[in-house]
């Protein structure tokens, strides 16, 4: 094959990838909040649990 034959080519797979990557970012930032009000009444939730759900989360 020919180079010039090959720049085409090469830049659609290109375009393709970043597209791929716009896609991927995009799915990922999309974590719904959920709020807890009212699901957990006289549940007590302190510090000590928030640090322990971030050690498990990252």
């Keep these: 094959m020919e ?3 090959i720049y085409p080519e090469l ?4 375009s393709e990838i970043k597209n791929l990557k716009i896609l991927i970012s995009q799915h ?5 909040i959920v709020s ?7 549940v007590k939730i302190k ?3 928030f640090s322990e759900a971030k050690k498990y989360h990252n």
């Design 28 to 32: 990922q930032k999309q974590k719904k």
């Design 36 to 42: 807890l009000k009212g699901m957990l009444k006289g």
């Design 47 to 49: 510090e000590k649990d």
């Design 3 to 5: 180079a010039t034959a």
């Design 11 to 14: 830049n659609a797979i290109e």
